[in-house]
């Protein structure tokens, strides 16, 4: 792992080392081999206390009512719907890696696509907590749906809400399957592997009798393709459609046509960070850093400078924008958010995206374990924050300063955000103890020399 | 064989695609016209629903009843329903019934109409009849509804110890004992003390002196914790009589107040808006009065002022000499008696501006306004001022002519004086010495209103019987040996008479809830030798009494019974009393009336209170949570100081400080308050009540005890006031925060004005060209991309005339009285998550020393192209076809997006079941159920409410009009706001209807909508408001 001889005039190699077939199955299905390490139970037993406390605050919120949580007219959306932008943020890197990068065959992307991918599904289930709990009453969420019904009363097409409603699940649904699609073959070698009689029929069943045979992979690469194709909008729509949330509403510092590209920048800015974050720590505890490379990290930090910039420049934008059309309200809004009684996150916002990741365009930074880290970590605590300025400030200081407000966090509302975390973080561990990491079938395919060619 | 068909050639058929189309064409075409096979519609048509015959569907209906009856029978019972075996001939289940009644919540006694549905008062109206009130009620009149089915109330007499102990007795021991202890009393030459309020009833007084005849050590006592003593002292030296005038506001062109709260806190303030209102009706237009306000602390009337003048009111007497001087030496304008030449002639207005601050050219302003405006001026004092003061004002009318403002033949009466502070004083020392057998609180508590410094706690120690009228346990109750349930105004019989020539009648709707009795009822019952209570013991004799009295006095051609029930039916009787002759003015009550001068010293002024009246409706949480006219503070009191004087302190709004004035002191919250006079602390009276029921104990902080037994009668500003910091902080909450002085980056100024929401002008700019803010504000060209809808029948709209609204809040109370609003508490409140459908927004414009107000009435403005509409992704909110803006609550999930998109913020969100949340559910107790308006759905927990135009009433006016088969008209219809609103400023109707008042408001040059930019086309119109402000410049 040194720093300074790599060579970019040539492509680099994907997995270092030549590890052979049987190697890099090893290497990929070892944490599944062994029984859970003492690291392992310690962290599932802080994920799921966070997971329970979280359980714990959602059960107090739907019993009590929504008054536990620190909303108020005029901030009516507050932690909820910050934490559901954060969550489904965080689950575009992973379709973005797999199907857009896959197309585009960037074949770096085999070492973190399959990760990435589950991240995107526990993220996007986080993320769907939050629209059912924010609403008064949780346990009338089928009037959401599209339902013939005696009243003839429909659903109500222009509320960009129930477009929420069909793009994130929507969006869960072909993620999923395109991430099971994926799996097949390797729950197949996982199948062939094992020993143990429990494993060997839950990897059979799973791996719908998949043969490895020349017409299954023929198939297998064509579904792929199509998913990947079907996968790849997707990733634009759902985010586009989350900020219609906010775009196509009428207060200022919501109202505006930025929002879709900007909101979708930001998706894929802190969705990397966080993918790069947990891959640090896989690829070190299970000892892949041979399949998940420093040059791949580097590249995803490649990645995260380019968007962090665009949500940067969409920033300025937002400024120039408001100044330049002339209204007061717009104006307002902004000036508020840099000086006014929410200063502090926005300028903890604006350090976090734009500032910090901006250290990326040193090559020593870029590729320093430690120091990624800490900007993964940074981004995923600006890009929170983003969304709560959008949200909250916005709210807070409307039209009619005689209704402004003030929104303060309750206990249950950081309870439910550490909740989801603790959702999120137990899933991954079960995920990575059950299934394999990394693509066992997409890695060999691009170790060096797999491929046939003529020199 | 195919036939032809005859009319194969028809346009729609020139192509066709088999030999059945071209020869049968019709049926095939009318089913391509459905996507599937017959039977199936595309649409949801309800009509073309379902093929059931009535009877199958019947069938089915109770089949299904009868199965869910026999599967629920355990499901949350509910009690037992019973319906009517004989139904009463008055009432209809589902049909209000309105009854004329007299309000008894103060001592002004106005008319109201009690709407019972069902047999239960659910809402109070003012008597459109009633002279003085005329159809309105305030606040505290229309929330005393809630007090009837307060579940604090008594459910029957209690005894007592002086230790504090209680248990249940029946009222025929309370009566056995009672009889036999006032007997003793008399017996043993001890005194039996009667504690009243002021009296307002002659029928009240009349048994009152019966019973102490009855009881011959008896003495009545009479206390008012907000009086207007020192007017009527001053009316008796100057004029022989302790009637004081009505004034004709209306008729005003110049009107000075002094320190005198008449649209807020005293006097009759609903007749005092309706005609100061009256005097600012730009759509009759010929007068448009001007408002100078005089004032220390800051009161909803100052707010109203075109000119507000901040001065103590320790200056105000000097105020008043400077005026007289200016007027009777600088201008030579009227010759001054010399009682008063002398102390006069030293304050001139340089003195005054000198030594107030106050502008030397508003002041000459002020000047040439009382002289130009001879006789159609007033300058008026306010309750709090001192005797002397009042003088002074009196002889400036008199000298002016303005006394032809006085309304002829109407003043204001008084049954029985207050008793003074030394008769109280010598009460309570006669108590002491055991020399007092028997008290006998009338509703009153004197315990909680007497400053300690009368000691009248200890002194009820030493009485053996001691007896309590009360609604529940009060300060005073507990310390007396019976606690008597008292009967609620609307289980009780009375007669008022509080101004000359107008007699209201109070008749009970309800027979009393639990085993309550009117004190008069009680009284007679104790009368009678021996026996029993009847229900009807005071009716008997109030009707007897009228009998004998009062229906001689109108030489009625109808017989006593048919006079009787039409007085009741109309709930007052106007009678006309002779001209009273010529009023003199006794130059030598001037003699009294020496400098007053402000000392460098803090003073106070103890004020009342808005809603709570003297703290007996403490319990009651509407009136608690509703905000302060100025402040927009709820369920607090607190010590209201300048900006400049808490910097002086060092303190900000809650804060505490320590007020003492002589030896007493107490501590209270502060509030900084822009417009406040300097070096000046007002505190109102009312609150800080420690045995007031579970809503209303332990709200803000008791001021009575800085009172000193003088001021009981007295004036209500104290100088020498000592007021400093003390540690400590206490969360003051309200509905509104102070934006609109704040300077710095954000710069949010004038924000009111500088965003549409609210237009001003002056007078002088309107009378000059009446087009003149059309020509200001330009309305943009808007236009919408989506097809817009025509409404064609019926469209509701509203309009809010700014110049007319005081901002008095009762709109705010009588919505939520129709519109079952819950109460939420201070700390939901404090979270901004208040309930009110409608609010009143307070802007302030100008420096916060000396700030502008304007109060704006918010409410839904059921936008034609609302945003809150299209982004409900369940269409629970959504649009008539008569423009309304309509919540569908079963509908709601709750995902409070419209709220966010509402530009005006008029959502309001069930954050909780409020009434389960609040106060460990004291509202969602069995009587509360009682006190809903059953046109109103009671909402439920997580789902979204606003403002609905009164759509019940829509409803019921459309049925009425089907009913009589004729199209609904848009005057069938009065909103409960409207209803409440003291100065009509509300107008609602069919804004379609070319000829209708609400029509002539929304094309009136100074109408405009609030944020008009946003195209979102509100159907609220405001009318700019106008400032009658001096345009030309000083000479």
């Known amino acids: 792992m040194t720093t300074a001889a790599v060579d970019y005039t040539r492509e680099l190699p994907v997995v270092e080392g030549k590890p052979h077939a049987a190697e890099l199955d090893a290497a990929i299905a070892a944490p599944l081999d062994q029984f859970p390490t003492r690291t392992w139970w310690i962290s599932i037993a802080v994920t799921l206390t966070m997971l329970s406390f979280g359980v714990f605050c959602i059960a107090v919120t739907v019993f009590e009512g929504l008054g536990v949580w620190g909303i108020n007219q005029p901030v009516a959306w507050g932690f909820d719907i910050v934490n559901f932008v954060f969550w489904v943020g965080i689950g575009h890197a992973g379709t973005l890696i797999s199907a857009i990068l896959f197309l585009l065959r960037q074949r770096w992307r085999t070492g973190i696509a399959r990760f990435a991918e589950a991240m995107t599904i526990f993220a996007v289930m986080c993320a769907g907590l939050f629209p059912l709990l924010h609403t008064g009453r949780p346990w009338l969420p089928i009037y959401l749906t599209p339902y013939p019904n005696q009243h003839g009363i429909w659903v109500n097409f222009t509320s960009p809400l129930l477009w929420d409603v069909f793009a994130v699940s929507t969006y869960l649904t072909v993620s999923a399957v395109f991430w099971y699609l994926g799996l097949i073959p390797d729950l197949a070698t996982l199948r062939d592997r094992t020993t143990n009689a429990v494993k060997k029929v839950a990897y059979s069943v799973l791996s719908l009798g998949w043969r490895h045979s020349n017409r299954h992979w023929q198939h297998y690469e064509r579904a792929y393709l199509i998913l990947a194709g079907f996968a790849t909008p997707l990733v634009l729509s759902v985010h586009t459609i989350v900020s219609f949330d906010f775009a196509v509403a009428v207060i200022p510092g919501w109202h505006t046509t930025i929002f879709p590209p900007y909101f979708v920048a930001g998706a894929v800015f802190s969705g990397f960070a966080m993918v790069q974050n947990v891959l640090i720590i896989v690829r070190q505890t299970f000892k892949l850093t041979h399949i998940i490379t420093l040059d791949h990290l580097e590249k995803m930090n490649k990645v995260m400078i380019l968007t962090g910039s665009m949500v940067g420049y969409a920033y300025a934008m937002e400024f120039f924008t408001a100044w330049y059309s002339g209204n007061q309200f717009e104006m307002f809004v902004f000036i508020n958010r840099a000086l006014g009684p929410y200063a502090w996150a926005y300028w903890t916002m604006v350090s976090c995206n734009v500032i910090f990741p901006q250290l990326f365009w040193f090559k020593k930074i870029r590729r320093s374990i430690p120091l990624m880290f800490a900007i993964g970590i940074v981004v995923n605590v600006g890009m929170w924050f983003e969304r709560f300025v959008i949200v909250v400030t916005s709210l807070s200081r409307d039209f009619l300063p005689t209704s402004w407000g003030h929104y303060v966090p309750t206990m249950y509302d950081v309870g439910i955000l550490i909740g989801s975390f603790g959702l999120f973080f137990t899933l991954i561990l079960l995920f990575v103890r059950v299934l394999p990491v990394v693509s066992i079938s997409e890695v060999k395919a691009v170790v060096e020399g797999a491929q046939p060619h003529h020199d | 064989m195919v036939e032809k068909r005859d009319d194969m050639n028809a346009p729609e058929s020139t192509y066709w695609r088999s030999l059945k189309e071209l020869y049968d064409g019709k049926s095939v075409s009318e089913t391509k016209a459905h996507e599937f096979m017959s039977g199936v519609t595309d649409d949801f048509r309800i009509d073309d629903l379902g093929t059931m015959s009535r009877k199958q569907f019947l069938a089915l209906l109770s089949a299904s009843a009868a199965f869910a009856a026999a599967g629920c029978n355990a499901y949350r019972d509910k009690g037992d329903i019973v319906p009517y075996t004989k139904k009463p001939e008055e009432v209809t289940p589902g049909i209000a019934d309105y009854y004329a009644s007299t309000c008894t919540g103060c001592s002004n006694s106005c008319g109201v109409l009690v709407k019972t549905r069902e047999g239960r008062p659910i809402k109070v109206d003012g008597n459109p009849d009633h002279p003085v009130n005329r159809g309105a009620v305030c606040p505290r009149g229309q929330a005393s509804v809630l007090n009837l089915y307060d579940p604090s109330r008594l459910r029957s007499p209690e005894h007592g110890s002086t230790s504090g102990k209680r248990g249940a007795m029946s009222w025929e021991t309370v009566d056995s004992e009672i009889r036999k202890r006032l007997r003793e009393c008399v017996g043993e030459g001890k005194e039996i003390a009667l504690l009243t309020n002021t009296l307002t009833s002659p029928t009240t007084t009349k048994l009152l002196a019966e019973f102490g005849a009855m009881f011959p050590t008896t003495r009545r006592y009479s206390y008012e914790l907000f009086n207007d003593s020192t007017r009527r002292a001053a009316w008796e030296s100057c004029y022989g009589t302790s009637a004081p005038p009505v004034i004709a506001w209306e008729k005003a062109s110049v009107i000075v107040l002094l320190e005198a709260d008449i649209l807020g806190t005293e006097g009759n303030t609903l007749e005092q808006i309706r005609k100061f209102a009256a005097g600012r009706d730009i759509m009759t237009g010929d007068r448009f009065n001007r408002l100078y306000a005089v004032e220390g602390s800051v009161s909803l009337t100052g707010t109203n002022a075109d000119y507000r003048l901040r001065l103590r009111p320790d200056g105000q007497l000097d105020f008043v000499l400077g005026l007289l001087n200016e007027i009777c030496f600088v201008r030579g304008e009227a010759r001054m008696d010399p009682e008063i030449l002398q102390v006069a002639s030293t304050v001139s207005l340089h003195a005054l501006e000198k030594n107030y601050g106050l502008p030397l050219t508003v002041l000459t302003r002020l000047v040439d306004d009382l002289l130009i405006h001879r006789g159609t001026s007033i300058v008026y004092a306010g309750d709090t001022l001192s005797e002397s003061l009042h003088v002074a004002v009196n002889y400036l009318n008199e000298i002016l002519g303005n006394t032809e403002l006085y309304v002829p033949g109407q003043t204001l009466l008084s049954h029985a004086s207050l008793s003074t502070p030394a008769e109280i004083q010598a009460l309570v020392a006669r108590m002491k010495e055991g020399r007092v057998g028997m008290v006998i609180h009338c509703g009153t508590n004197p315990v909680y209103h007497l400053p300690p410094s009368v000691g009248y706690r200890e002194a009820l120690r030493s009485v053996p019987t001691s007896v309590s009228f009360a609604d529940a346990e009060d300060e005073t109750g507990q310390w007396c040996t019976y606690l008597l349930p008292v009967s609620h105004t609307f289980e009780s019989w009375g007669d008022h008479s509080v101004r000359s020539g107008i007699l209201s009648l109070q008749q009970p709707m309800i027979s009393p809830l639990h085993g309550s009795r009117q004190v ?346 609302a945003p809150c509409e299209n982004v409900c992704p369940v269409s629970a909110t959504n649009h008539s076809p008569d423009g309304l803006n309509q919540m569908a609550y079963n509908r709601c999930v709750g995902t409070k997006y419209c709220s966010n998109n509402c530009p005006y913020k008029v959502r309001r969100f069930n954050f909780y079941n409020f009434r389960d949340f609040f106060a460990d559910a004291y509202y969602e107790q069995d009587t509360l159920a009682l006190l809903h308006n059953p046109e109103v759905t009671v909402r439920s927990r997580g789902v979204m409410e606003k403002c609905t135009f009164c759509v019940q009433r829509i409803m019921e006016a459309r049925q009425h009009a089907v009913e009589q088969g004729r199209p609904v008209k848009g005057t069938d219809v009065r909103t409960a706001c409207q209803e409440a609103c003291p100065a009509q400023a509300i107008v609602f109707g069919d804004m379609n209807d070319p000829e209708s008042e609400i029509s002539r408001y929304r094309k009136h040059s100074l109408g405009y909508y609030v944020l008009e930019d946003l195209n979102v086309r509100p159907n609220v119109t405001y009318v700019a408001k106008l400032r009658n402000i001096h345009t030309e410049k000083v000479s």
């Open chain 2, 520 to 865: 008069e009822a009680a009284l007679l019952t104790w009368m009678s030798p021996e026996g029993s209570y009847s229900e009807t013991v005071y009716h008997d004799y109030l009707v007897n009494r009228w009998e004998k009295e009062v229906y001689p006095r109108f030489r009625s051609r109808s017989d006593f019974s048919a006079f009787w029930l039409s007085a009741l039916h109309d709930g007052v009787l106007e009678e006309r009393e002779a001209e009273q002759s010529g009023r003199r003015f006794a130059t030598a009550a001037l003699a009294g009336v020496g400098h007053s001068g402000v000392a460098p010293q803090f003073a106070a002024g103890l004020r009342p209170n808005s809603y709570l009246g003297d703290g007996r409706y403490a319990n009651n949480g509407w009136l608690q949570e509703l905000p302060h006219p100025v402040s927009k503070i709820v369920w607090d009191n607190y010590a209201a100081l300048s900006p400049a004087t808490a910097a002086e302190l060092g303190v900000q709004t809650s804060d505490m400080i320590e007020v003492s004035v002589g030896s007493a002191k107490q501590t209270f919250p502060v509030y900084v308050q822009p417009g406040q006079a300097d070096r000046f602390v007002s505190i109102e009276l009312g609150y800080g009540r420690t045995n007031a029921g579970p809503i209303g104990s332990g709200v803000g902080t008791d001021a009575n005890i800085l009172l000193s037994p003088a001021s009981l009668t007295g004036a209500r500003v104290f100088r020498d006031v000592r007021v400093k910091k003390v540690s400590g902080r206490y969360e003051l909450v309200s509905t509104q925060e102070h934006h609109g002085l704040d300077t710095g980056p954000l710069d949010l100024k004038d924000l009111g004005t500088k965003r549409g929401i609210i237009r001003e002008g002056t007078l002088a700019a309107y009378q000059e060209d009446p087009e003149f803010m059309v020509k200001e504000h330009k309305r943009p060209e808007l236009f919408s991309i989506a097809k817009e809808v025509e409404y064609k029948g019926v469209k509701w709209a509203m309009a809010i005339d700014m110049n007319k609204c005081v901002g008095c809040n009762a709109c705010v109370a009588g919505c939520n009285v129709e519109n079952n609003v819950p109460v939420v508490g201070k700390d939901q409140v404090g979270r901004g998550r208040e309930m009110q459908w409608i609010r009143l927004d307070r802007y302030f414009s100008g420096s916060a020393a000396d700030p502008t107000f304007t109060h704006q009435p918010m409410l839904c403005q059921h936008c034609d192209q």
